[in-house]
């Protein structure tokens, strides 16, 4: 089994996600495929497919939010980059063994349909990593 299987999305932190939905679509020629809030984040993202993976803009709903915060300590741009993974729990746990350290001791809800867990900057070159694994039913799966 593969421990990562894809780079699933980039994240990019924007100020106004109108503004950036029209850039993005200009740029890539689609328009974004959904726009969700995640209001445990405190922020609006938005996706575009761009052949197999994705781009996601996020945007902050609350100026002192993580975004708000990373836009204003170091502008807009490149945020995380999410890899996709078969069993996130798993993944989790042997990456703290192999040393990372974990933003997330357990994944939590996500955008789009996913459990996602961040990996700490500091243990990896400076780039937040998310984890991301597909849950088709995310509600189901934290009742259990
Ligand atoms: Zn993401």
Known sequence: ????????????????????????EKLLGVPPYKQESVESEAVITSFFKVGDSKIELLASTEEDGPIGKFIAKKGEGIHHIAFDVDDIKTELKRLEQEGFQLINETPKKGADNKLVAFIHPKSTNGVLIELCQEVPYVETFFDE
Do not use: C, R, S, T
């Open 1 to 24: 089994m593969n421990h990562i299987n894809k780079i699933e999305h980039l994240g990019i932190a924007v100020k106004n996600i109108d503004q950036a939905n029209f850039l993005y």
